[in-house]
């Protein structure tokens, strides 16, 4: 198997053109993190079990007397709870209670009372578990007075918010470059997805209206679909149609990390706070960073969006639509942010879960099990389970890094993408201009997708 992966990075340098472009292949200009110890693998691989613990918990206490819950740094869940005997049915129950003044009514009660006050462009709100208390950032476009009016609101509100202004400007994440164009701009293809019967791509919805037409190339040569539906304000996702409408195989959502290497899709979840989470895009290549909230509120200059997942991966203009995903999982496509990749920021995703229940399609190339429209989502198997399957790269397990378009490798998103038999999607990502600006890149990537490549092998052999 080592000999295997070592084949596949040597590869890389010749495929450099693929990866990083589609399902929003960032090119990476700053390493990630530091290879992770055993004891972080080890808490990733349990990541989605913690998130359910903790879900759970406040669940079945209610929100009067809980707070939230997120994922420690050791992996376990924490649950934020307001009376001794909620936090004994937690400890009872494998979490760590954390004794809280707030319950999750107060809270939302003033995230409430924030939203109906005017609108402010340039400002964000959203709640820190962590800290119990309602967050609310303005970036550098906001006035001096719109401030203090807003101060004046929190004030009124009570102790649960706190101010905090916040550095560049909170701007939706399109840009006029590479990757799938409109006449709107650039954005990045997100995850495949189906209802059935035709195939499209899942992105955000600022990307353009319904009728927006994407093309591979920014010279508008070749077509690659049609937008057929969006939701932004309020939501950010919309569905691009294939021109050629055609079914995709079986293995196809593998999320492209670079260097001619990919990240097998296997279904769908929401993410939760604490969770280590991985983002790939067109402009700043694969970056990771943590959830810091949930059901952030986001006042852009175009409009507002709710029900947002805060983190602290970085983003840039183009990244836009592009997937975030941990352990395999689908969790969101990128809305927008604040900040570069340079000197870090904030940035929002679209729950992926909410756009798949609205849209009624589910991801392509993954099985539904039971009723509704997102699919279920697989927990990463154990280190013993991926030895019996023999730990290829190519194996279909949750997060399993394997080749994209490589002869006898799966059809995935990336190689239909680059296959030039293919009419519709099919010359996305062989301009010239791009394989250049891709190569450049190339060995400042590498570094992160090994360290990728280093904390999911701990888990799955």
């Avoid at 280093?454 to 052999?461: K, L």
């Amino acid at each position: 198997m080592r000999h295997a992966r070592r084949r596949i990075v040597q590869r890389g340098a010749r495929l450099a053109a693929v990866g990083g472009l589609l399902c929003g292949g960032f090119m990476v200009t700053r390493a990630m993190a530091s290879e992770p110890s055993d004891a972080s693998g080890t808490a990733a691989s349990s990541a989605r079990l913690a998130a359910d613990t903790g879900a759970g918990l406040v669940s079945r206490l209610g929100t009067s007397r809980t707070a939230g819950s997120w994922i420690a740094a050791d992996g376990r869940p924490v649950v934020a709870v307001t009376d001794a005997d909620a936090a004994d049915a937690v400890k009872r129950a494998g979490a760590r209670p954390k004794v809280v003044t707030h319950s999750m009514q107060d809270l939302k009660s003033a995230t409430e009372t924030l939203s109906s006050a005017p609108r402010v462009p340039g400002t964000a709100w959203a709640v820190d578990y962590t800290k119990n208390e309602v967050v609310v950032q303005a970036d550098s476009t906001v006035s001096a007075t719109d401030w203090s009016h807003m101060t004046k609101l929190a004030d009124g509100i009570g102790d649960s918010v706190r101010m905090q202004r916040t550095q560049g400007t909170f701007t939706t994440r399109v840009n006029g470059a590479q990757a799938i164009f409109s006449t709107g701009g650039r954005c990045s293809a997100g995850f495949n997805v189906t209802n059935g019967q035709s195939e499209f791509i899942l992105t955000a919805g600022h990307c353009g209206p319904a009728g927006s037409v994407w093309f591979s190339d920014n010279t508008g040569k070749q077509q690659v679909g049609r937008t057929v539906t969006t939701a932004f304000p309020g939501s950010d996702f919309s569905l691009i149609q294939y021109d050629t409408g055609q079914q995709t195989s079986a293995g196809n959502n593998v999320v492209s990390i670079g260097g001619g290497n990919g990240v097998r899709i296997t279904g769908a979840a929401d993410p939760a706070v604490g969770q280590r989470v991985f983002r790939s895009g067109s402009t700043s290549g694969l970056r990771d960073g943590k959830v810091t909230a949930l059901n952030a509120t986001v006042n852009y200059p175009e409009g507002t969006v709710t029900g947002l997942v805060e983190t602290s991966v970085c983003a840039e203009p183009g990244d836009s639509g592009g997937p975030l995903f941990s352990e395999g999982i689908a969790l969101g496509v990128t809305s927008g942010g604040n900040g570069d990749c340079k000197t870090g920021g904030t940035t929002f995703f679209q729950p992926v879960t909410k756009a798949l229940t609205a849209l009624g399609v589910t991801l392509a190339g993954v099985p539904v099990q039971g009723a509704g429209g997102a699919a279920q989502p697989s927990l990463a198997p154990s280190a013993s389970a991926m030895a019996s399957q023999g730990g290829s790269p190519g194996s279909a397990a949750p997060g399993a890094v394997e080749a994209v378009g490589e002869t006898g490798a799966a059809e995935t998103f990336v190689s239909e993408l680059t296959d030039p038999n293919n009419v519709g999607p099919g010359l996305l990502v062989i301009g010239g201009s791009v394989i250049a600006f891709v190569a450049t890149r190339f060995i400042r990537t590498e570094q992160d997708r090994n360290a990728y490549r280093r904390q999911y092998s701990q888990s799955w052999g």
